[in-house]
C-alpha cells in the first residue's frame, strides 16, 4: 500500500559525499515516520537515520552523527539522507522505510521498505 523507491546510490571515496533520495507514494497517511537503513555482507541490518514526517524530530545511529543529515521535502512526500565524510565502513546497501512509531522508538522506523540503493566508499 506504501512504494518506496530509493536513488542516489553510487561508489564514492573515502571523504566523499552522496545524497540518497527516497521518494513514497501510494497510502502515504499509514506512517509518520520515514529513515533509513543499511545492511553490508555478513551484518545485520542497522538503522541509520529516521525522521517523523512532522519534521521536527530526528534520530541519527551513533556512527553518523555528525556526517549525515537527514531531510524531507515541503509535501513530505521525499526524504532525502545527505552522507558527507563517507568511510569505507559506510558501505553497504542502504534501504529506506516507513513506518508508524512514536518519537522515542523513532530508530525502529520501519515496515514498509525500499528495493535498496547500493552505496560503496573505496579507500
Known amino acids: 500500500q506504501v512504494q518506496l523507491v530509493e536513488s542516489g546510490g553510487g561508489s564514492v571515496q573515502a571523504g566523499g559525499s552522496l545524497r540518497l533520495s527516497c521518494a513514497a507514494s501510494?497510502?502515504?497517511?499509514?506512517?509518520?515516520?520515514m529513515g533509513w537503513f543499511r545492511q553490508a555482507p555478513g551484518t545485520e541490518r542497522e538503522a541509520v537515520a529516521s525522521i517523523m514526517t512532522s519534521g521536527v524530530f530526528t534520530y541519527y545511529a551513533d556512527s553518523v552523527k555528525g556526517r549525515f543529515t537527514i531531510s524531507q521535502d515541503n509535501a513530505k512526500s521525499t526524504v532525502y539522507l545527505q552522507m558527507d565524510s563517507l568511510k569505507p565502513d559506510d558501505t553497504a546497501i542502504y534501504y529506506c522505510?516507513?513506518?508508524?512509531?512514536?518519537?522515542?522508538?523513532?530508530?525502529?522506523?520501519?515496515?514498509?521498505w525500499g528495493q535498496g540503493t547500493q552505496v560503496t566508499v573505496s579507500s
Open positions: 522505510a516507513a513506518g508508524a512509531v512514536s518519537v522515542r522508538s523513532l530508530g525502529r522506523c520501519s515496515g514498509y
Open positions: 501510494g497510502k502515504t497517511w499509514s506512517y509518520n515516520c
